[in-house]
């Protein structure tokens, strides 16, 4: 099972790289193509980001379904081969709609994020899914290492050369996967439509009465975290000055340290905290993270304290572990399909919220200028969070 296991990981990496490698070049891209001021390009980037995660949120649990009826092997294989001819498609875009419709396609197959995390579910123990999720989210933080490392590096070529780069990692990938990747569903489950869509799906898990407090305590915390690939170029453009270089060097910092805390560190928390402890860990880190970033005026300190703010990513695998737990087997694809559609659904709203209130703090004419607002937003979403955790019962796992 190791190299399925590295086929999956490589896969969540991509997936990440794939959004990394285009973030530090994406307002110089925006205004390329539309002749706009930054402001306003934050806002257009707003509109792909949330184009994607609409898609995202309407093909998570169809995705997750198929993979539960067809199985893990042939959705990922198929996703795969859709994502390289997207990104072909828009490395050559020279219109704003052709990037429009690249990320629509992108939210589609960006969607089988849930059947990875479906895949970890079949080989997993209970009591290892939470610190095996945290491999996924440990992968996501290297790919969004190498991304923004590699998108600002590449930026040097022009700003269509991310995307040529994210089109043949997945070509690659799709061939690695044809060659290692077996089949590890076992328990495979008719595909009904009143549960291949999103409406149905949450209705079908928000029947557990445990899992509906920690599935709202899941959107807030998306919606918050969305606060970095939403606003952090823009952010640090207008705070600090920082070029393309800069921003993916940031990102890619903050990457390594995440990849560090999901997988390994968390493994420890776990331990030491139990599932419930780290979530609470998580959300106090972050919000003492938020505000610091919020308020933070020296570049210098912002890229020192970037890493730190990874301690606190341990919420989101700590709670899909308690979910995963409480869910049967031949649902675990529909689980983490709903996940999914519950984060897409979270960066529908994030990056509309976060890019509209940096437009107002940031504008030229701003009545107080202070870029850092969209992070005291976030703040404020991790007393929510808190608030419902602490209204929660604790519940032997079903």
């Known amino acids: 099972m190791r190299l399925p ?58 995705v997750g379904a198929l993979s539960d009826r067809y199985g893990r092997r042939p959705i990922m294989l198929a996703s795969l081969a859709v994502m390289a001819l997207d990104y072909l498609v828009m490395a050559l875009a020279g219109a704003f709609w052709l990037l429009l419709v690249g990320r629509i396609v992108g939210g589609m197959v960006a969607a089988t994020q849930a059947t990875a995390m479906a895949f970890m579910a079949d080989i997993s123990k209970p009591e290892e899914k939470a610190a095996r999720f945290g491999m996924i989210g440990a992968a996501f933080g290297v790919g969004f290492v190498l991304g923004p490392l590699l998108g600002g590096l590449l930026a040097e070529f022009g700003t269509r050369a991310p995307f040529f780069a994210a089109a043949a990692l997945a070509a690659m990938n799709l061939v690695f996967g044809y060659v290692v990747m077996p089949e590890t569903n076992r328990n495979r489950r008719p595909l009904t439509l009143a549960r291949a869509n999103p409406f149905g799906a949450f209705r079908q898990v928000g029947q557990t009465p445990e899992l509906r407090p920690l599935l709202i305590l899941f959107f807030l915390y998306q ?111 529909e689980l983490q399909g709903v996940l999914s559609s519950t984060a897409a659904l979270a960066t529908v709203i994030s990056p509309l919220v976060m890019t509209q209130v940096f437009a107002v703090f940031a504008a030229e004419d701003a009545a107080y200028f202070m870029p850092g607002a969209p992070f005291l937003v976030s703040m404020a979403l991790m007393v929510a969070c808190g608030a419902v955790l602490l209204g929660t019962r604790r519940v032997a796992p079903a």
Not at 51 to 61: N, Q, R, S, T, V
Not at 232 to 252: C, D, H, N, Q, V
């Open 5 to 62: 296991l590295v086929f999956v990981l490589l896969t969540t990496v991509i997936d990440s790289m794939g959004i990394g490698l285009i973030l530090p070049v994406m307002p110089a891209l925006l205004r390329e193509i539309a002749n706009i001021p930054l402001s306003e390009a934050a806002l257009y980037g707003g509109v792909l980001a949330t184009a994607f995660a609409i898609m995202l949120f309407l093909c998570g649990p169809v």
């Open 223 to 333: 919606v918050a975290f969305f606060v970095y690939p939403a606003v952090w170029a823009y952010f640090t453009e207008a705070r600090f000055g920082w070029e393309p270089s800069m921003i993916g060097a940031s990102l890619a910092a903050f990457g390594v340290s995440m990849a560090l805390v999901q997988g390994w560190l968390i493994r420890y928390v776990l331990k030491w905290l139990g599932e419930r402890g780290t979530v609470i860990y998580g959300l106090v880190f972050n919000f003492f993270a938020f505000l610091v970033l919020a308020l933070v005026q020296s570049g210098t300190v912002a890229l020192l304290f970037v890493p730190l703010t990874a301690l606190g990513a341990v919420v989101t695998p700590a709670v899909q572990g308690m979910m995963s737990r409480r869910t049967a087997d031949d649902s675990q694809g």
